[in-house]
């Protein structure tokens, strides 16, 4: 099968300024900031629903998947519509949708294999062992990070285990009224895919 | 009053500095004016880890008649325009807040801003997000430290590709410090 050329992979993530995206016990309650930065955007619920909509699937960890879970639980919702969404995992874990896919093989084999070739806009969207390893494989194309206004001292780190420096190029700083500031990064000369010059 | 401020580089994953003290990655932006930056402050604290890298040759000069404060229960010798202190208490630090006539510059590193912060001494946290992920390194925060709220106050990108990111450190609030270390 031929790769989508146009297919681009995201790694998406929330974290606290000094870069931790949950507590140790994987807690994310920190998340609901209440500042008030006045010349911030507002997410506008319509843009939040038609940007939304570019994203073809989701590519998750099992601790991620068991996060949306509980937030569903909780009568928070589902976070990922009917997109498919791939949770990566060895473990049996609950199936609550058919859009939910679980897979234990090799993330090179999904990302290049499977995922590209099928789909356009594909978003990695946690754990921090999940994105490390994309970004590590030299599968990631774009960072979207949103930085919110805390410091939470301890807790899961936004990439772990990458063990080279990896330079990007800041492509859009966006700050809302929340204080979060999102920054998005293209990820620059990883190797692996054929890609056109930037 | 002069406001203590932690203006540091920061790799978009929270180094500060590469596993053994490394600072070649930082990008040196030349649209920023280091010069009217330095102009804002008199006095810069900086741990001992830090201290010895600024005397290490090549790094640039301190400005004249600014003072220094090195926060180090070891460090014996004696340096010129520089005063060694052994702790960061509340005197200490209203000492050497009453001395200064510019803002206090917290020069580094994430330990003696740890300390601070949990003493609620830091008004601003201001980084300079480096477009680079280093994977291991010095942390902005060691772990484990206290939790702080902040508010964004400004931002801006500049075309080096750094971002900007300036915070006020908001007053600790007792609801929000239970539970720490958890």
Excluded at chain 2, 87 to 108: K, N, Y
């Amino acid at each position: 099968m031929m790769a989508n050329t146009d297919s681009r992979v995201t790694i998406h993530m929330a974290a606290s300024l000094d870069g931790f995206i949950a507590r140790r016990d994987g807690r994310v309650d920190w998340l609901e900031t209440s500042d008030e930065f006045a010349n911030g955007d507002t997410l506008d619920p319509g843009f939040v629903e038609a940007f939304l909509k570019t994203i073809d699937c989701y590519v998750m960890g099992s601790r991620t998947y068991e996060t949306a879970l509980s937030f569903e639980a909780k009568g928070l919702g589902w976070s990922y519509g009917d997109k498919p969404t791939f949770v990566l995992t060895s473990r049996d874990l609950p199936r609550t949708r058919d859009s939910v896919k679980f897979y234990s093989g090799d993330l090179v084999q999904l990302v290049n294999g499977h995922l590209r070739p099928t789909f356009r806009s594909i978003w990695f969207v946690g754990g921090g062992v999940v994105c490390g390893e994309c970004l590590r494989l030299g599968l990631a194309d774009e960072v979207r990070y949103s930085i919110l206004p805390i410091l939470i001292g301890d807790g899961m780190a936004f990439f772990e285990k990458l063990d080279r420096d990896m330079p990007l190029h800041l492509v859009e700083v966006k700050a809302y009224r929340s204080g979060m500031v999102e920054l998005c990064y293209q990820v620059r000369g990883h190797p692996g895919e054929p890609r056109n010059a930037a | 009053m002069p406001r203590i401020r932690y203006a540091v580089a920061m790799s978009l994953d929270g180094y500060i500095a590469g596993p053994n003290g490394e600072f070649d990655w930082i990008i040196s932006d030349p649209d920023y004016d280091f010069s009217a930056q330095f102009a804002q402050f008199d006095t810069f604290l900086m741990g001992r880890r830090t201290f010895e890298i600024t005397q290490t040759p090549g790094s640039p000069p301190f400005p004249r008649g600014s003072k220094r404060f090195v926060f180090s229960r070891t460090l014996r010798d004696e340096f010129p325009g520089v005063a060694v202190m052994r702790e960061a208490s509340h005197t200490t630090i209203a000492e050497i807040r009453a001395m200064a006539t510019r803002d206090i510059w917290l020069f580094g590193g994430g330990e003696l801003f740890r300390s601070l912060l949990d003493q609620g001494f830091v008004d601003t946290v201001e980084v300079k997000v480096m477009p680079l992920l280093l994977g291991a390194g010095l942390q902005f925060l060691p772990q484990p430290a206290h939790r702080a709220r902040l508010k964004l106050s400004t931002h801006h990108v500049s075309p080096s590709g750094i971002a900007h990111l300036n915070y006020s450190v908001l007053p600790k609030d007792a609801r929000l410090s239970k539970g720490l270390g958890t």
